[in-house]
């Protein structure tokens, strides 16, 4: 699961940062290769394809504001979501690292175009230089406080929109729908709000910020923008889980039966793990779970 969580970021993040190179080297080359279009629907299709190709086993963990809001309203195991953020934050940086080393000679070239115009220093660790390709800044000047508030509205729009995707009793956001419902959300946030300043994800965040640092070293560390980067989210997207546990969900409503044969799912994959552990310390027995289960689906609802 370890492994799943590193590769749903990878894949989050591949597709999104990919879209980004070609927009900044463009923009340095007076060109038009990319567009805030084209890396809003490029994230978007990413975290699509990581939560439909991934989460079927890793449960979706692909953000470590998701993974610790779990801890604290989930019971998730606290050294298990450890592991997985550590993880989390491996799958951003490999995916930063293997975007740098394709486009690596265009960058290059970027970067000597900057040399020889004389604006390498000013240009190259802000969001318009090769660096900000990958590690998150602000435009010079630019209020903290402002920024600040634009992240956390978008993270707490996020986090309010993931966690209606996790109410088995909505029966607008069915389990196949939500990779979609996630992916609109953030491209949406993307659309509207990045040229204000937004990470969303601390694992893409910090990934792409310990790159950034292993290629250009401690300059292209972002200040105190990076604290807010990394950090903003985490709350903001508990705050939106406990706005839509307390306010928005509601304990009559019934389960769906998509959300049921869904969590079922997960239920019986666990029960198989743990068989299956204990077959090989010789403890084994067979299988008694079936999806149906009126008992098991209870104690899902419980739950």
């Not at 290629?215 to 560390?221: E, K, L, Q, S």
Request: charged share 10%.
């Amino acid at each position: 699961m370890l492994n799943l969580s590193q590769t749903g970021v990878f894949l989050y993040v591949f597709a999104g940062v990919g879209a980004t190179a070609p927009f900044v080297i463009g923009n340095l080359a007076g060109q038009s290769l990319s567009s805030l279009l084209q890396i809003g629907f490029a994230y978007a299709l990413g975290i699509v394809f990581a939560l439909v190709i991934c989460s079927p086993t890793s449960g979706g963990h692909f953000n470590p504001a998701v993974t610790i809001t779990f801890v604290l309203l989930r019971k998730f195991p606290p050294l298990k979501a450890l592991r997985y953020i550590v993880a989390q934050i491996l799958g951003g940086y490999v995916a930063c690292l293997l975007i740098y080393l394709q486009y690596r000679h265009l960058i290059l070239e970027a970067e000597a175009g900057l040399v020889a115009k004389g604006l390498y220093d000013s240009l190259n660790f802000t969001a318009q230089g090769t660096a900000g390709i990958f590690a998150l800044y602000v435009a010079p000047g630019s209020s903290l406080g402002q920024v600040l508030l634009n992240e956390f509205v978008c993270d707490f729009v996020i986090g309010l929109t993931i966690w209606a995707c996790l109410d088995p009793t909505n029966f607008l956001a069915v389990p196949a729908v939500a990779p979609w419902i996630v992916a609109l959300v953030y491209a949406m946030c993307i659309w509207g709000y990045v040229p204000v300043g937004l990470a969303a994800n601390s694992a893409r965040d910090v990934g792409a910020r310990l790159m950034a640092l292993t290629i250009w070293g401690t300059r292209a560390g972002g200040g105190p923008y990076a604290a807010l980067a990394a950090l903003t989210n985490i709350p903001a997207t508990i705050l939106g889980a406990l706005f839509y546990e307390f306010i928005l969900m509601d304990s009559s409503r019934v389960i769906t039966s998509s959300h049921a044969e869904f969590l079922a799912g997960h239920l019986a994959h666990a029960e198989h793990k743990e068989q299956s552990s204990s077959a090989r310390m010789g403890s084994g027995s067979p299988s008694t779970y079936t999806s149906d289960d009126k008992a098991q689906i209870e104690a899902i609802e419980r739950a």
